[in-house]
Nanobody, 129 residues
Framework: QVQLAESGGGLVQAGGSLRLSCVAS????????VGWFRQAPGKEREGVSC????????YYVDSVKGRFTISSDHAKNTVYLQMSGLKPEDTGVYYC??????????????????????WGRGTQVTVSS
């Protein structure tokens, strides 16, 4: 069973930056995809960004394009989400998730929770105005 652990959340002022990390206990397959979701209070979990290991393709939801960057370090089984220009509406619990993909798959959206096989416990991101 693959275990995912997120870190890097915190409290930041609007316009600030945070870098989230997701460390996997092992590779969730080969190839695989790792995604970041977020959930604000009272709202559904939303797919934010994902990256595929076979071609390093990436996907971003429109609301974070140009502000967030996803990257991976395959040797460390770690995926990062660099968040800049943070806004209060970015507040929520950020979850890392992983899924099996095929060699033909590329990172696309929208992202759905049912697509993902493994989940972390989440890290809180709070952006103050």
């Amino acid at each position: 069973q693959v275990q995912l652990a997120e870190s890097g959340g915190g409290l930041v002022q609007a316009g600030g930056s945070l870098r989230l990390s997701c460390v996997a206990s092992e590779r969730p397959g080969d190839p695989y995809s790792v995604g970041w979701f977020r959930q604000a209070p009272g709202k559904e979990r939303e797919g934010v960004s994902c990256i595929s290991s076979n071609d390093d393709s990436t996907y971003y939801v429109d609301s974070v394009k140009g502000r967030f960057t996803i990257s991976s370090d395959h040797a460390k089984n770690t995926v990062y989400l660099q968040m800049s220009g943070l806004k209060p509406e970015d507040t929520g619990v950020y979850y890392c998730a992983a899924r099996y993909i095929t060699i033909a798959d590329t990172a696309t959206g929208p992202m759905w929770t049912y697509q993902y096989d493994f989940w972390g416990r989440g890290t809180q991101v709070t952006v103050s105005s």
